[in-house]
């Protein structure tokens, strides 16, 4: 087994390799194999994965990559994900890749999509719609529709029929790397010195660019580590982190929170690889209509999933109790419609509760955090000074 800081290490380097070498490799390794990019939020990389298909999450270029063709394409009023990401593409980073799949985030990525369509990025691309109805009958029908739409994509490149044995077994595959997450931030939700959430961050996000069969291997290595009593506990708050599921902070701004006096205990930065609850069912004769009502009725809640009938100001103020979080910091990408939007709602929904909160705004790009960090610690040493009081800090 490695060292817990070798598998931090090598996870940093996959995390951040914006030429996505693994994805090279391994399509090298296998002539017969589909390279699939995918934007976040979420998207059930089970049905590539079954399909002789390597999904390989794009979250664009941070503060590592310099926009320059990229602001040609879209105006300066919208969030800077959708530049970088047309910047990585028309610079190359992703020439290996065969297919993308957008996921129905907000028409800033339905227009992204048209974009690579239109500049004939890829064998094929696809927006991916899910269900706004979560009637299994209705929206899981849907949902499976859809999931078919990619399956044909995929085997028009290869040929594979996809069979129910195949879904199932990469089901297995994914609700056990799940499962390996989820222990992970148990984990930190007792002992949260034990890993800081950078070093989270770094071990999930490199899950995300290399075949689920690796990443397992070393959530495994890493549960191992953390179980151990390692690191020194500090005089921090608990808190959670919402609505930076889409736009990633740069990775100096996630450190920056936890410096200014927080233990981040829930977060929604990888949320693509913790959307579904639980498991979903492996033994099954319609793997899709099983992947179809986890999503309906498992899934996590996000400011991109309309679902009327399940406020989602309660859901977030269920993970704030069970995390046993002192507050929440909204962390809303610049011009990010569906979490600013959101916003208000949550607010006035956590001053009734008394939950308190902060909130900011970032851009993936941002590498000065001396406002911010001063923010959080603010308020911080407010929940330590004055713990009885429900306070807000703007």
Known sequence: MKELNELIIECKELAFDLNFSRAKEWKKNNPAGVVVGYMPIYFPREILHAAGALPVGIFGGGDRKQIIKGDAYYQSYICHIPRSI?????????EHFDGYIFPSICDV???LSGTFKQQKIGKFVKYMDFPQNFLPEIGGVFYQQEMQHVLE?????NGKEVTSDDLNHSIELYNKNRKLIDFIYEIRQEYPWRLGIDDVYH?????????????????????AHIQNDIGEPQDKIKVVISGAFCEQPAIGLIRAIEEAGCYVVDDDYMLGSRMILGDIDS????????????YIKQSQYSSSIYDVHNPKENRLANIVNMRGAD????????FCDPSLLDAPIFQNAFDR???RYI??????????FKVIKEQVGAFSDSIKLWEDEPVTVE
């Not at 099954?284 to 986890?294: D, K, Q, W």
């Open 359 to 368: 909130a900011f705004q970032f851009s993936e790009n941002i590498n000065q």
């Open 109 to 111: 990525i339905r227009n």
């Open 203 to 223: 071990i999930i996000r490199a899950g995300t660019v290399i075949p689920v069969e690796e990443h397992n291997e070393i959530l495994e290595q890493v549960c």
């Open 327 to 334: 507050g929440v910091i909204f962390a809303s990408a610049s």
């Open 86 to 94: 047309i910047e990585l593409a028309l610079d190359k980073h992703t």
């Open 353 to 355: 509760m008394g939950i």
């Open 283 to 294: 033994n099954t004769e319609n793997p899709l209509e099983a992947i179809a009502n986890s």
């Open 153 to 157: 994509y995929v085997k028009s490149i």
